[in-house]
């Protein structure tokens, strides 16, 4: 079984200021890596993902997040954040085509973005 | 519209009624998943299919809980006997085999009173 930890419930930041979301997952088998992003009663958009190959995944609206094997780690970062970027950040994993395919999801991270 | 489509996007309903959402996922994407999000929570996986076929279900799909793809296309949740605690936002995803493009649709708010 998967899971997933998100190690700060609540980010605030300013804005222009740099961002990193913590993420660590469990598993026992080979997974893939999301982030996704929610905005109030809305569902959730995809920012990144990691599935292979190069360990570090750009991502959209300037994201970015490094997989670490030995940490087991996912953090997802930027440079300069916006007040637009405002928002609930969920950490998932999934196990590979064939296994346990369903996304398990961490608690989530409200990242709040001040002027 | 391409995306994932929930019907419908609020609903209110007594305790003990049944209710049922509608989830029509991307046309094209064979999976389709169910999960249900409270309040301050991420989502949790309900159940999920492959064409027609329910191939995983959670322990947290009591027998008060089905769903349904009948043709391998539009997927139903029903919730007989609704309780407080079902309470919740319902969020449908679907994605093409061999892609992890997961694509969600924007929920169903479901409030029992």
Redesign the interface.
């Known amino acids: 079984a998967q899971s997933v930890t998100q190690l700060d419930s609540q980010v605030p930041v300013f804005e222009e200021a740099p961002v990193e979301l913590r993420c660590n997952y469990s598993s026992s088998v080979s997974v893939y890596l999301f982030w996704y992003v929610q905005y109030p009663n809305q569902g959730l958009q995809l920012l990144l993902k990691y599935l292979s190959g190069s360990t570090l995944v750009k991502g959209i609206n300037g994201f970015e997040a490094e997989f670490n094997k030995s940490q087991t780690s996912f953090h997802l970062r930027k440079p300069s954040v916006h007040i637009s970027d405002t928002a609930e950040y969920f950490c998932a994993v999934s196990g590979v085509e064939g296994g346990s395919e369903k996304l398990v999801f961490g608690k989530g991270t409200k990242l709040t973005v001040n002027p | 519209d391409t995306g994932?489509s929930q019907d419908p996007r609020h609903k209110i309903t007594k305790r003990g009624q049944n209710v049922t959402f509608r989830c029509d996922p991307i046309s094209e994407h064979n999976?389709l998943?169910w999960?249900r999000q409270t309040l301050?929570?991420?989502?949790?996986?309900l159940t999920?299919f492959q064409n027609e076929a329910q191939?995983?279900k959670s322990r947290l799909l009591s027998d008060r809980f089905s769903a349904e793809r009948p043709k391998g296309s539009f997927s139903t949740l029903e919730i007989q006997r609704t309780e407080q605690g079902d309470s919740a936002m319902y969020?449908c995803?679907s994605r093409p085999?061999?892609n992890?493009?997961?694509?969600?649709?924007?929920?169903t708010?479901l409030t029992v009173v």
Do not use: I, K, N
């Open positions: 994932v999976r998943y999960y301050g929570q991420g989502p949790e996986f999920y191939l995983e969020l995803a085999q061999g992890y493009g997961y694509t969600f649709g924007s929920g708010r």
